[in-house]
């Protein structure tokens, strides 16, 4: 059975930092993992990827030159650090796994975690 559970979230103020985990049990770590946030009556939007050896990351339009993904295989455990967040980065942040690495859209993703709420106060 697959499970992807995240922690890492809080309230913080704006223009504060905060890293997100996810570990991932019953895939391997050569899954590629991803990074989704959903605020309160948006569409889930994605924010990061990473490739299965962590040599390819992307990240989304809007979080771009402020936050990072990054993994530890041996950890099967993915990271997402937010620096310089803003309020409107306030949102449900999930973390999905697929087996293979590239553009492809959240429903795409067979495995998601519960979420993990990060609130940004301005």
């Known amino acids: 059975q697959v499970h992807l559970v995240e922690s890492g979230g809080g309230m913080v103020q704006a223009g504060a930092s905060l890293r997100l985990s996810c570990v991932a049990s019953g895939i391997p770590s050569t899954y590629a993992m991803a990074w989704f946030r959903q605020a309160p009556g948006k569409e889930r939007e994605f924010v990061a990827l990473i490739s299965p050896g962590g040599g390819s990351t992307r990240t989304g339009d809007s979080v771009k030159g402020r936050f990072s993904i990054s993994r530890e295989k041996d950890k099967n455990t993915a990271y997402l650090q937010m620096n310089a967040l803003k309020f409107e980065d306030t949102a449900v942040y999930y973390c999905?796994?697929?087996?293979?690495?590239?553009?492809?859209?959240?429903?795409?993703?067979?495995?998601w975690g519960q979420g993990t709420q990060v609130t940004v106060s301005s």
């Open positions: 999905a796994a697929r087996r293979t690495f590239g553009d492809y859209g959240l429903n795409e993703y067979p495995y």
